[in-house]
């Protein structure tokens, strides 16, 4: 390890300030920050091979449903290409980091978060497979996450984690412009029919991304130390906290405002939708 470095930023661990949690021993604490960079790296694993290659693979296979040039179906392949790369290299990194630390991975269900947003999309869009899976990428791919954003310019982190971490971010950059000229692109041919259904399920699509797993957090906070009263209380206040929509809307904005510019807040309902899941500032959409 390099001297003085850590392998994950402490102010990007919701509950490491928790009361219940600060007043652990520092070893503690590096652990705990180790197994949430775990967390991130193999969520992203499924995250990246379960949720967007299956939607890259349709695009690029021409399975989509849609009508598209051979560019986009290029590109396409080329996203899946990278994802299959960001979900080998978070898997290396993560044994890496065990085998130099001694700290192991937790036998943790790494996938539980995507399966349960998979789930949600059979159950908003009933029948519509495929649209499902292509809105959900969309969501995904255009998200702003302040995890591979901020981490490859702290230079208090390890080298090799600054460097997948920046990789990451600018395939994610290239990625966000790829998915948000495909919402365009799709919503121009979707059939006139299953607009309101998926202008309406998007809102729930995008928070359903925002639930962090909190099962690994359990598992860690309890090799911790912790009792199950202080675990439940730390993941009540850091995970169930339901004054986070300034936070919830900082995410979306850029998902939200795609989605306005492609059209979907026009259907009649969609705005109120999108306003009820806390995702419009004081209720009604303002370009900026």
């Known amino acids: 390890m390099e001297q003085g470095k850590v392998f994950f930023p402490a102010r990007l661990v919701p509950y ?16 705990l920050t180790i197994r949430h960079l775990y967390q991130f790296l193999l969520s992203t694993t499924h995250l990246e091979t379960r949720i967007v ?6 695009i690029a296979t021409g399975q989509s449903g849609l009508d598209l040039c051979e560019r986009v179906r290029l ?3 080329k996203v899946y290409c990278d994802e299959g790369y960001h979900a080998l290299y978070s898997l290396d990194l993560a044994e890496q980091v065990s085998a130099a630390t001694g700290i ?3 036998p943790c269900d790494y996938g539980a978060l995507v399966s349960r947003i998979m789930e949600l999309g059979h159950r908003l869009l009933p029948g519509e497979p ?14 702003i996450t302040a995890v591979i ?3 490859p310019a702290d230079p208090s982190v390890v080298g090799t984690v600054r460097e997948m971490m920046r990789d990451h971010a600018r395939d994610e ?3 966000h412009r790829f998915f948000g000229a495909f919402l365009h692109e799709l919503w121009a041919q ?3 029919s299953l607009r309101t259904p998926a202008a309406l399920a998007m809102p729930a699509l995008m928070t359903g991304c925002l639930s962090w797993d909190v099962e690994p957090v359990r598992g860690s906070l309890r090799l911790a130390g912790l009792d199950e009263q202080a675990i439940e209380r730390v993941v009540r206040d850091c995970y169930l906290d339901p004054q986070a929509d300034d936070r919830k809307r900082q995410i979306c904005h850029a998902t939200v405002r795609l989605c306005a510019s492609a059209g979907l807040l026009a259907v009649p309902g969609a705005e109120e939708e999108f306003a009820v899941h806390g995702l419009l500032e004081d209720g009604t959409w303002h370009a900026s």
């Open 190 to 192: 979707l059939d006139t």
């Open 53 to 58: 290659n299956r939607a890259a693979e349709l």
């Open 149 to 151: 954003n901020e981490v």
């Open 16 to 31: 490491l300030a928790h009361e219940e949690v600060r007043s652990l021993p520092p070893e503690r604490l590096r652990e």
């Open 104 to 106: 192991p991975v937790p």
């Open 130 to 143: 495929r649209l499902a899976a292509l809105l959900q990428v969309v969501v995904f791919e255009t998200l």
């Open 173 to 175: 950059g290239r990625h």
């Open 75 to 77: 590109d396409a392949f």
